[in-house]
């Protein structure tokens, strides 16, 4: 059995063993859980991006392209994806310069 001592600071030595069980690296932070029985579990709190490859991939639905994602993001702000119609925006001619800020340049 791998143990510690805490100090007098509350501060606590993670033993070799369990950091590089745990692939710890300096800086990394841990999670302690409080079972219902008592029994605390320790784990990392930092997760590798790669290690979510697939989180949300449901079996059986077809994959989405960035520019299908965009075009019903687009389409909501819109209105049209839950029915609503929006009157179409006007376009504001562009606001061209003064005479007096083309003298200043």
Do not use: C, W, Y
């Amino acid at each position: 059995m791998l143990t510690a001592k805490l100090s007098t600071k509350g501060q606590l030595v993670v033993p070799k063993a369990v950091r590089d069980h745990l692939h710890l690296n300096a800086g990394d932070r841990l999670d302690f859980i409080i079972r219902d029985d008592g029994e605390v579990v320790i784990r990392p709190a930092v997760v590798d991006v790669r290690d979510l490859k697939g989180l949300l991939h449901e079996p059986g639905r077809a994959i989405v392209s960035l520019a299908e994602m965009q075009r019903v993001v687009r389409d909501r702000g819109a209105g049209e994806a839950s029915g609503q119609k929006r009157p179409p925006r006007k376009r504001r001619p562009a606001m061209r310069p003064s005479r007096q800020t083309k003298a200043r340049r």
